[in-house]
């Protein structure tokens, strides 16, 4: 969303393409890229932040790159080398923290998170997650090229009070909490494994955080997979579309 233009723009990642409308869903312009992403931004003036972590061959950029608001190249803020040869999971690396600060969560350096502010990208944080990806589940030429160093963030959300940071590498999973008011931190370890068959898989999944608001939602499968969830939406059927959910920020 660019509220200064009043546009929203969507990411077709199937098309490799950015359509852009009015606030009114009137179609405005599109703009075809080459490259595959995982993640993007809009920056004030209307040009766009494209993040991609992983490695898809030595012709795919990755890192992080600016393009302007009809797709051409900019600037390239931090790059991966080719060397490093993880692929992650689907996840989101880029926050709207307000109108004007961007925060990316770093890959290859693992615990660093960056913020974006006109036109420049500095180390703002870091955090130790002390995961690690076993030996057991390493592939040869595949995603694990470096059992002693790779782990892959499976989430990234702040806002000007919060940042929560989430790690695993498939068999333990911790939860990075930090409140930068007060300077707390806490950690939330867990067995990976175990969380994803338990009832935390019904909880709203997190797809977005946008200046303090943090956008979730439920599929219906979730919803019916659940006593407590069914009472509270009795109409949900498994033809039903996701629950959208949107929290504001809350420090009690």
């Known amino acids: 969303v660019l509220s200064s233009k009043k546009e929203v723009s969507i990411l077709d990642c199937n098309l490799n393409r950015v359509l852009v409308y009015s606030y009114d869903g009137v179609f405005l312009r599109k703009f075809d890229f080459k490259d595959f992403i995982h993640d993007f931004a809009v920056l004030p003036n209307g ?3 494209f993040m991609n972590p992983d490695f898809y061959g030595r012709d795919t950029r990755r890192g992080l790159w600016e393009l302007d608001s009809l797709g051409n190249f900019v ?3 931090f790059t991966i080398s080719d060397d490093y040869l993880h692929v992650s999971i689907n996840t989101h690396y880029l926050v ?5 600060i961007i925060g990316c969560q770093g ?3 693992f615990d660093y998170i960056y913020h974006y502010k006109n036109g420049t990208l500095n180390p703002e944080y870091k955090f130790k997650t002390d ?3 076993p030996n057991k589940i390493k592939k040869k ?3 694990w090229s470096n059992p002693n160093k790779e782990y892959t963030k499976t989430g990234y959300y702040e806002s000007e009070r919060l940042l929560i940071l989430t790690a695993t590498n498939f068999e333990t999973g911790v939860k990075i909490v930090y409140d930068k008011k ?3 931190l806490f950690r939330l370890y867990s067995d990976y494994l175990q969380r994803i068959k338990s009832a935390d898989n019904y909880l709203p999944y997190f797809c977005a955080c946008y200046e303090g608001k943090y956008v979730m939602y439920l599929d219906a499968a979730s919803v019916l997979n659940s006593d407590i969830l ?3 939406f009795p109409t949900i059927t498994s033809d039903s579309n996701p629950i959208l959910l949107i929290a504001n920020e809350r420090i009690d």
């Open 47 to 49: 040009n766009y932040l």
């Open 75 to 77: 600037n390239q803020y």
């Open 96 to 100: 709207h923290i307000s109108p004007e």
């Open 107 to 109: 890959i290859e350096d």
């Open 131 to 133: 995961i690690v990806v």
């Open 141 to 143: 030429g595949g995603r």
């Open 182 to 184: 007060t300077k707390t």
């Open 230 to 232: 069914k009472e509270k």
